[in-house]
């Protein structure tokens, strides 16, 4: 489980990280992070991001909390269209568990479900409140998922760019929907 501050890049095989300022207050764009139903509509990487049961059934209640289970589906690289039945690399999904749900310090984070011996992942994303030179107030959104163990290699050597590409689309998509929510 998580410590009290994410993984730094130095704590495994990879690591990839997106961020983005976002103008809009951050209670707003913490409100849309966290509203998974929603991320179809917006997500160009996350398609879909569901709090399940541990045998993978989708929950009614949709808030994370520590230790709920999340399915998602990724577009790698990410696209609000369908996947191309051509794609090698799109749609994907992956299973995790929620390690973290801190709102009142804007912070989550989850972890992936492989057995540890072949790979261990730890995502963190967090929000923070920065002033602009012209004393208006805007809200930092960073994202860093870092990936260990034999498997990393492989993401690391073929998945490492597209991933990239997407943690930055995500940030960006963020930025648009969490601006257009005000």
């Known amino acids: 489980m998580p410590g009290n501050l ?15 300022v976002i103008d809009a207050p951050i209670d707003t764009v913490w409100r849309v992070l966290m509203d998974f139903p929603a991320y179809p509509e917006w997500n160009s990487f996350v398609r879909k991001q569901c ?17 709920a289970y999340l399915h998602l589906t990724v577009h790698l690289p990410p696209s609000m269209s369908p996947p191309s039945r051509f794609s090698l690399l799109s749609p994907s999904t992956t299973r995790l568990v929620v390690s973290l749900v801190d709102a009142e310090h804007y912070r989550a984070a989850w ?18 409140v920065v002033e602009e030179e012209d004393g208006s107030r805007k809200t930092k959104y960073e994202t860093i998922e870092v990936f260990d163990g034999p498997a990393a290699w492989i993401v690391r050597w073929f998945v490492a760019p597209y991933l990239k590409v997407a943690f930055e689309g995500m940030a960006t998509d963020l930025k648009r929907r969490a601006e257009g929510s005000r």
């Open 6 to 20: 994410p993984p730094t890049s130095s704590d495994g095989v990879l690591a990839v990280t997106g961020s983005s």
């Open 51 to 67: 709090v399940v049961d541990h045998s993978d059934n989708l929950l009614p209640d949709q808030v994370a909390h520590e230790g």
């Open 111 to 128: 972890t992936n479900r492989m057995p540890k011996w072949l790979m261990t992942t730890e995502r963190w994303q967090w929000l923070t």
